[in-house]
């Protein structure tokens, strides 16, 4: 599983470098910094590649591959320790349903084993909140990046709300009306 992703994030990364074209002046009009968001969003650093920040792109994309690995791991642990605490609680029962008078040396022994477990379970289970809170939080914030990036990547050309408010007064051809205030409003979107 791990090399597949390693291979999409290398083969997505490469693809997009050689793809594009290298222009000297790169268009403007077509811009638009939720383009970059929603790559992003998809897959991490896809965004930035997008926008020629390829450095950044890469140290992105290998920063979540990382947490991502981690946490597939992190979540195979998981699972074989979980396994452990179940065996270490089955064998309590066990020998404690076999024996009519079981020993209290071994049923202090096999409850401090299955407590021990149980320990190491939620060690694990721990860890692997912590590792998911820093995914998280480092998948908000990129979006958050390749958002702040994409506004000064798309320049003039920008998307969402423009308010143009005029004070100066208007007049027409023959200076008789005058509008005092007035207000432009427009929406552009892009995506």
Known sequence: MKKFVLFCIFFFGFTSLYSQEQTASPETKDRSRWDLVWRSAVLPGWGLLHAKEYRKARLTMVITSVLVLSELKGH???VEKKEEFENARN???VYSNFYPQPDPGMVTLLANYQ?????????????????????????????AYTYWRGIQWEGDNSAGF????????????R???????GMDLSYKFYF
């Open 115 to 143: 407590h021990s477990k149980r320990d190491d379970l939620e060690g694990v289970r721990n860890r692997n909140d912590l590792r998911l809170g820093l995914l998280g939080a480092k998948y908000i914030l990129q979006l």
């Open 91 to 93: 064998l309590f029962l």
């Open 76 to 78: 195979k642990e998981e």
């Open 162 to 173: 423009d308010f143009n408010i005029r004070t100066y007064a208007q007049s027409d051809a």
């Open 175 to 181: 200076d008789q009306v005058r509008d005092p205030f």
